[in-house]
DNA sequence: GCCTGCCTACGGCAAAGGTCGGATCGGGTC
DNA sequence: GACCCGATCCGACCTTTGCCGTAGGCAGGC
């Protein structure tokens, strides 16, 4: 039904060790999914925030930043925070196992992984993922500014007034917020009803909501 | 901020085991926790409908209805399918861990269980889906049907009409959808707005998308 | 019985929403 | 420069909404 249902999900593998990261990579690549590798812990933040990737695959002992802090940089960022994320390491040991669930991460996968093994943890933990938010059939999300509507093709002006307008404002207060004519707020109202095809405010509000993100 | 805030968590304990099923529902109630017991697989599913717990541990091992089933059970029904569930058995060999995990477990304890490593792995699953939960501060819902819009403390008139306020309509769409007189739409939309404590059919629309499901 | 809450309906009126015409400004093109 | 186009702005006008009062029918609780 979406035009994203087709796309490959974005994998973000972190590894140190050359060989092994070329290794998941082509397995990946082979498997259908776009892996983004990622030679170190700072590099794998960076690509995590900037490509947002479906899932996150991270060596746990690397040099300079470790799986661990990788991990914990990763939840306190709000687009990175519920991205699934799975250990991948050497240490098979129950203590080392459990650490790593502790903190929170959604698998933990021991060197050296079978091929199907490694597929099937990252196929689960994004149907998880999937059915997650395929129960919220209905959800919809209230922008926290004005610039996130400008996605909808509007002007940053129109923006602002159709933010307010979904603050449940009315025509007047918009005006005094934005400092400008009532009038003004009308005339924006009009493209803006035009360029998401609707015929009032109501349905611009749900359009707005709806739309993805 | 929520009422909900201080409420002890809920979690399904299934184990067919006696002796372990007291000492699991014992730690948990010392820890905080509100634990729900179920003595197999079937009365587990049961609970987990009926009660719908913030977590599940479950055995994996059990006559009659096993964890697999359990889990895969839970995994249909919408209002059960996103609860951390956590496998607790006496296997603790690799392929059985990935087998669990495989099957969409959120996490794996192997018998015998320290007592802060259980409550560890609990408040971690715990914490990871209010996370994912915070994560939607701006998550609103739109209903699917009219009577899911009662529970604001509506009529169901009212609701009728809420919904296909909802849906953009005007007041003249809404009136000729419900076969009433437009000004009948109108005293409804003056309770439903008395009712919501809003001023305007915006405003009610954001407080009904927002309010707590 | 009586009272309360809900659903229905009408008319009127002020306020807000929605549509139209018209205007300026800046950036890009020919 | 002349031109077009989009974004922004404003005022005038008609339609819709929101808010009052009023009121009959109907179900359920005291």
Redesign the interface.
């Known amino acids: 039904m979406t035009p994203t249902e087709n796309v490959a999900p974005r994998i973000l593998v972190i590894e140190d060790e050359p060989h092994m990261l070329r290794n998941l990579t082509t397995i990946l690549r082979i498997e259908g999914f776009e892996p983004i590798p990622a030679d170190n812990g700072i590099r794998g933040v960076e690509l995590a925030r900037s490509r947002t990737p479906d899932l996150i695959l991270c060596d746990r002992m690397m040099p300079g930043m470790d799986g661990f802090s990788v991990l914990a940089e990763l939840?306190i960022t709000?687009s990175t925070?519920?991205i699934p994320f799975i250990f991948l390491t050497a240490r098979?040991e129950?203590d080392d196992?459990?650490a790593g669930?502790?903190?929170?991460a959604?698998?933990y996968l021991?060197k050296p992984v079978k091929v199907d093994?490694l597929i099937?943890?990252v196929r689960?933990r994004l149907?998880?993922k999937r059915?997650?938010a395929a129960?919220?059939?209905?959800?919809?999300?209230?922008?926290?500014s004005p610039s996130e509507l400008v996605r909808l093709g509007i002007s940053e002006r129109e923006a602002d007034v159709l933010y307010w307008?979904?603050?449940?404002?009315?025509n007047a207060d918009i005006a005094a917020i934005l400092g400008i004519a009532p009038s003004t707020v009308k005339k924006h109202l009009e493209h803006i009803f035009e360029k998401l095809g609707?015929?009032?405010?109501?349905?611009a509000?749900?359009t707005a909501?709806?739309a993805p993100r």
């Open positions: 939840r709000a925070a519920a098979g129950r196992f459990r669930m502790t903190h929170g959604d698998d021991t093994e099937a943890a689960t149907a998880r059915e997650a129960l919220d059939a209905g959800a919809t999300h209230r922008p926290a307008l979904i603050e449940g404002k009315g609707v015929e009032n405010r109501t349905a509000i749900m909501l709806q």
